[in-house]
């Protein structure tokens, strides 16, 4: 690894050299050489200054181009001496010989004697006294002259530039960064070229994209008598590049050397197959390029560029492929703070949902509809949300928890939805009666305030900074088009409603992997009935309740399928606990008595009833299924009369149902014997044939244990590793927060597995099964369809193991899409 | 199977043939043939009856010597006709020969050919008008003559018996029992002894055991002029056997036939190896001997008899512990409710914890304890029980819930503890302003009021039935002792106080398998330092509250290793999520508020701070040892501090340290440094050497995954089935009673899994726990200290894998104990 630090800047620059591009000589120095130097090892540096001949006048600067890395900062310059300064105020003049010693003095006092910046500013006007001066300070601080000696000088430039390089600071930050330990500082010694002086002489930057789009255009500064990257931070007197309405440019004073600064980028770009920042001197007219720098980009310049270069021919598909990381597509999907706006931070939570949003604080569901009603922007604040806040949660802008993680039901709603969402902002307090939240500051904002929620940092901030939006352009498709063509395991979009599903068509997924109709029941007018039916007596009430339910359904399904155009739908059954339908207070159990004709009592003992220690290990899923299984009936009716409807429509439906939270075979084979006779029951009604495929959630640790039998039943097994990772753990992840963060902190967890795909323990599980599953059932399907669904370890754990597919979230299609191309080409090179 | 069953009788009686007793002539019928001739397809009955010579008089009874699996009842008697009556009247005169006529006339009209039994009453004297009125009766309703053919009554007669052994009633009955669906009814038709006519005629029934108790003793009765087992019902006229105070007896009337009696019982005894319950026949002073069938016994007389037998040298050893089925043990362990005694049921709930006890009914806690402090026996009525009420059960005679399973929080303290115990008694209702419960006849009873719990039956009883007591005897502890010879696999108890510890040491258990430390901290002194704990907010102030419960902790584990004498004790380190210490009310916070000196609204937050959604898989276990480390270092203090203690003064102590709820193997590492740490810590200031070893307990899937690597840092791993198998499901052992009974009667799942242990799915992962922890500790200790620690089905899996010990409730260790030699004894047969 140390290699490749020591070698970035100087192969650039030998390149370069390579290609006939004026760069003055430049000598590179690797680590060890450094080093040696440091620690007085090699008192000799003759042989480093060699090649740049007598009064050698250098830059020496870092070989690494990661800016992030730690170690000088700064590039120090070498060679300055009275003998030299003599001479060059004869050929460059007093004042460019003077000045230039001047600033010699203040970075080596500064940088590698690390004495008070103070005493060495800079003067207004470059005076020999001023000279004198600054020689005097030195001496006075130091107890000896200022360095005569070029060979002394380099020496002690490059001992400081390791000592800063071995540093602590330099070092945690490397760590940080994940640098890996042994990572060296290599330096690259370059001749200067003079931006001082005669003629023309300066020094400017130049880049050829707009970092923030990618796109090509012209950008940087130029500063006559100036040395090095002055011209970005001079506050007056630097030229535009192209000609420009507002002043002076490079382009009209010095068209040659224009000319040929943009002849030597595009060699730039096409040689090092990048967009390059690059730095350049005149001297006395004549043009030197002293460096070449990876432009610094967003995520969104980065796809551009990446499929522009390779849109030229100058690099292949696979490799703009591999140049975008997954993750920041995801910033594209959605709208951002501009990182270059001032941050007024409420308080930091955790990043749930990307994307950010602004709005008015709501504090109910309620309000939040009332909010969307007005047409008023709306952020929703809640301890915690629970599925009764759904609607509230669709038509906000944002949403905002105390409690949870970045698997609680807010979070993977918001996820789902594509809602920007900060959860587990601990360190917030919700003062209901004022409504209000306070800060951990103190601040205090009302209903009607207006925040904005960062769900990509979790950050809350107070007022509306400004924003970049998403973008989702013809570079994002292009890219993602490519990628398809290399990926080689299918990705689906979880989607529970039209609007779910129709994001996920808009990206391309393949279906849909996991449609939770749970959510269906909580609409306003379906929760009715749905209460009506818990508290129905007999198997037939609950039929005849659940009848009301079935046009609903039926609709549900038919708008999906529609929308999928005849991809694969798999929809799992009810699954929630029925006290999730029952109102908590007491206000709402007294509207219920009303609403229903029973007495409180009645209400009470039955919500009493239905409580349970944990819900999560409790009555839902299949066992539901098993003992009021009126509810499967009622849904697998509907899904089968909305396909025969929607397959007139348009293409064949063939939809998938999946039973969830099963754990033992004959819970399958019972829901199977069922949906079997209501699929012969709804073919014999209405004449028409279809199929479907029915399948199996596998959540718990026992169903994939008994992947062999259960599979004999089942058209396909699809991993929940949500609830298979609690599981596997003992851990809820609505309670896992309190602790989680402690626990990858000291590695004790080495990542959250909610987060990330638990190769080690819900892998073996993951691999247990689908082996299992293939000894009995070998053409089986297989797939993932939890949060991890979309995560690159996931993908790579699934395409391992020949899974069919993985199902995420519809904004991490793209994500996912990208990933499994890049795992694919990956995997393709290493053969 | 079937072949035993037609043999049980028959082979019994050949046997007694063979050893010169007087047994009349005897044939065996097979099913087949039965039903051959039941069918019609075996018209010629003659070989049956050649055997028997002219005029033959026989009894028809089935060989099933299982009274239980269904079929005819009676025994039916063959061959009396005019010809046969017209010629016994000679030889037993005409009152023996009509009564026997008349009685034949009777059972065959009303079992075979199922006529009103009214109108065939016997008369009060046996005249030839009654003869000739039961005659004629007979031909009205059958519109034909009584048969006078002995063939034709034999086909009829086991015509009839075979339709009753395949009737559904019969059917379902032995379905029940656990019969084989092919059973068949093989019959023994015998010559008949006649109990009636001339000279000292009579029949009775002899047992040389006390069926209560196993002790020898001689019951029975004989009756003159009798048949069969005519003695046992008859209302006078019954003779006593031996000599006795009340009445004449058998010994007294014929001395030389008792005589005989005695010695043909005891050649029974021995050479059928069993103690039998003779029929026998004086048929003019002559002895015959009809039937030899087991003695009924109870649980207590079982472990008698079989011990006795292989002391005299009847049975061997093995034989012995293989006829006493371990579950029988369980009820000598407690008292009883007397099965002859009248039962006034109040409901019927889950038997949760063995034995009955009878008390005043209370309502809380707190009323235990004071009805304890007044010396009144009292029964806890409870929704559910929390870890606040040990302290009432522990004083109570018995508990009763009205939630919750085998394995809810009641049901293990309960057995731990061996109090009675019924649970999910959910037809109940509890008044709580009037202080009482409700039964389901609306029969209410009122605090104050006595009540008896049988958790034995599950049943809750009105008032006091008479008690039969435990019977902890001589030959229980021989048997016992046997097993341990045969036993290969080593059995500890689950036990968590001193009272606990005695019972196991008692019931001579291999030590302390699972010793949970919980339960010392809900002490009321100790409860209250616990809460302090809670709310510091420094780890110092953590540490400092926790000083002052080091030395209570120490003299727990002191107590516990002096009572153990130096075998294992495995000590779990803490593990219930810290709110079960909170208080749940506002009167309970508004007491905390004021005795640490906080504010309510402190108390509330801090409440609900703690509060978790799932709290079997919240913040518990080696979750709090690693975030909060200060309690884990107490209690390794007071552990290691106590092992020198109570090393002083007897064995040598070398305690077992357990980590729970582990699911990384980094947890493992990371507590054992801290305790490797302590124990260092206290060696250095005691000076005193000690070893002690660190454990897991694998109650996670995960754990059981990745045991390869947590292994590496164990000495042992105890399988807790009880949460393993709550997470393999994914199913809350607290909410599973809400389906599970319908769920086994479906058969969804075959057994309860909290019941038995689920081998196919849990077993799975303690096989590949077991495996993996061995491939890289191949001597590593194995158990399980689950509920199921002490089912056979559980230690035949334990044993299969070579596990090194199991660990059960005290009172389930003797069952264990049997269990697992007979195991042994059943493979080493199988070689």
């Given at each position: ?6 070698g ?12 006939d591009?004026?760069?003055p ?12 130097i ?8 003759t042989e480093i ?10 830059s ?12 000088p ?16 105020c ?10 230039l ?13 690390h004495?008070?910046?103070?005493s ?10 001023a000279l ?20 002394r ?10 000592r ?9 930050l ?8 042994d ?22 930057v130049?880049e ?12 940087g500064?130029?500063?006559s008598?100036?040395q ?5 931070t ?11 309405p507002r002043?002076?440019?490079l ?14 980028g595009?060699?730039?770009r ?46 292949p598909?696979?490799e ?25 931070l ?22 939040a509809q ?6 008023e ?5 809640r ?5 009764e ?17 970045v ?23 919700i ?6 939240i ?15 929620v960062?769900g ?26 490519w990628a398809?063509?290399y990926?080689d395991?299918?990705?689906?979009a ?10 996920a ?6 279906g ?9 029941f ?8 749905m ?13 005849a ?6 046009p609903?359904q ?20 009810f699954?929630?606990p ?10 709402g ?22 409580e349970?220690?944990n819900?999560?290990?409790?009555m839902?899923?299949v ?11 009622m849904?697998?009716r ?10 007139r ?6 939809p ?25 029951s709804?073919?014999n ?8 495929r ?25 991993f ?5 990772t609690?599981?596997t ?17 000291q ?42 669904g ?6 790579d ?23 499994a ?11």
């Amino acid at each position: 690894m140390s290699a490749a630090i020591h070698g970035g800047r100087a192969k650039c620059l030998q390149r370069l050299v390579r290609l006939d591009l004026p760069v003055p000589t430049t000598v590179a120095l690797s680590f060890d050489a450094v080093k040696k130097i440091a620690e007085g090892l090699m008192p000799d540096v003759t042989e480093i200054l060699e090649p740049f001949g007598d009064a050698p006048l250098l830059s020496v600067r870092p070989s690494s181009q990661d800016p992030d890395w730690g170690g000088p900062g700064a590039i120090l310059n070498i060679g300055m001496t009275d003998q030299l300064h003599a001479k060059m105020c004869k050929t460059v003049g007093e004042a460019a010989a003077t000045s230039l010693y001047l600033r010699f003095i203040q970075s080596y006092a500064v940088e590698v004697a690390h004495l008070d910046p103070d005493s060495f500013d800079l003067p207004e006007t470059p005076t020999h006294e001023a000279l004198a001066l600054a020689l005097k300070a030195y001496e006075e601080e130091m107890d000896e002259p200022f360095p005569q000696d070029p060979a002394r000088q380099i020496s002690a430039v490059l001992a400081s530039m390791a000592r800063a390089w071995e540093g602590t600071t330099a070092r945690l930050l490397r760590q940080a960064r994940g640098a890996p330990a042994d990572a060296g500082l290599g330096l690259v010694v370059q001749a200067m070229a003079l931006g001082v002086g005669k003629g023309e002489s300066g020094s400017g930057v130049i880049e050829f994209v707009n970092a923030n789009n990618g796109l090509h255009q012209i950008t940087g500064r130029y500063l006559s008598q100036s040395q090095g990257r002055e011209a970005l931070t001079a506050e007056s007197g630097a030229l535009y590049l192209t000609k420009d309405p507002r002043g002076k440019s490079l382009q009209e004073i010095c068209p040659e050397a224009f000319a040929q600064l943009l002849k030597f980028g595009g060699i730039c770009r096409k040689s090092l197959r990048e967009e390059m920042q690059i730095e350049f001197t005149l001297e006395d007219g004549v043009l030197r390029i002293l460096d070449a720098v990876l432009v610094q980009r967003t995520s969104r310049a980065k796809v551009r560029i990446a499929v522009a270069l390779a849109e030229d021919g100058i690099i292949p598909r696979q490799e703009a492929i591999m140049r975008v990381e997954p993750t920041a597509l995801s910033e594209l999907l959605h709208r951002q703070v501009n990182p270059d706006a001032d941050r007024d931070l409420i308080v930091r939570g955790i990043a749930a949902s990307p994307g950010a949003a602004t709005g008015r604080l709501v504090f109910t569901a309620n309000d939040a509809q009332a909010s969307a009603a007005r047409g008023e922007a709306c952020v929703l604040v809640r301890r915690e949300t629970t599925p009764e806040d759904i609607r509230g949660m669709h038509v906000a802008q944002a949403v905002l928890t105390l409690r949870g993680g970045v698997t609680s039901h807010a979070a993977v709603i918001g996820r789902g939805i594509g809602v920007p969402c900060v959860v587990g902002a601990s360190d917030l307090v919700i003062d209901r009666k004022a409504k209000q939240i306070v800060a951990p500051d103190g601040r205090r904002f009302s209903e009607g305030d207006t925040v904005t929620v960062d769900g990509t940092s979790g950050d809350v901030l107070a007022g509306e900074p400004p924003m970049l939006e998403a973008a989702l352009d013809g570079a994002f498709k292009t890219l993602l088009d490519w990628a398809d063509d290399y990926r080689d395991i299918g990705v689906r979009a979880n989607a529970d409603t039209p609007a779910d599903a129709q994001t996920a068509r808009n990206f391309a997924a393949q279906g849909i992997g996991l449609c939770r109709t749970e959510h269906m029941f909580f609409e306003p007018g379906r929760m009715a009935v749905m209460r009506e039916m818990i508290f129905a007596d007999s198997p037939e009430d609950r039929r005849a309740v659940l009848d009301r339910l079935l046009p609903m359904q039926r609709a549900d399904f038919i708008e999906l399928f529609e929308i999928m155009q005849g991809q694969p739908v798999c929809i799992r059954l009810f699954d929630p606990p029925l006290h999730e339908f029952l109102p908590f207070d007491k206000s709402g159990m007294r509207e219920l008595a009303d609403a229903l004709g029973l007495t409180m009592s009645d209400i009470q003992s039955r919500v009493e009833a239905l409580e349970e220690y944990n819900p999560m290990l409790g009555m839902r899923g299949v066992r539901l299924g098993v003992t009021i299984p009126e509810i499967y009936e009622m849904q697998a009716r509907a899904i089968f009369e909305a396909t025969i409807e929607a397959s007139r429509n348009g293409a064949p439906v063939v939809p998938e149902v999946m039973i969830p939270l099963v754990s033992a075979m004959k819970e399958v084979e019972l829901v199977k014997t069922n949906i079997d006779g209501i699929a012969a029951s709804v073919a014999n009604e209405t004449g028409e044939a279809f199929d479907y495929r029915l399948g199996v959630m596998v959540e718990t640790p026992r169903a994939a244990l008994r992947a062999n039998d259960i599979a004999e039943h089942s058209a396909f097994l699809s991993f929940g590793t949500n609830d298979l990772t609690q599981m596997t753990y003992g851990l809820s992840r609505d309670d896992a927060g309190r602790f989680m963060s402690v626990y990858v902190q000291q590695g004790v967890y080495e990542e959250d597995p909610f987060h990330t795909l638990d190769v080690e323990g819900v892998g073996e599980l993951l691999s247990i099964g689908a082996e299992r599953a293939r000894e009995s059932v070998p053409d089986i399907t297989l797939s993932i369809c939890g949060e991890h669904g979309g995560s690159r370890s996931a993908i790579d754990f699934c395409r391992s193991k020949g899974f069919d597919y993985v199902s995420c979230s519809p904004f991490r299609v793209p994500v996912a899409r990208l990933s499994a191309a890049q795992l694919a080409i990956r995997d393709h090179a290493a053969i």
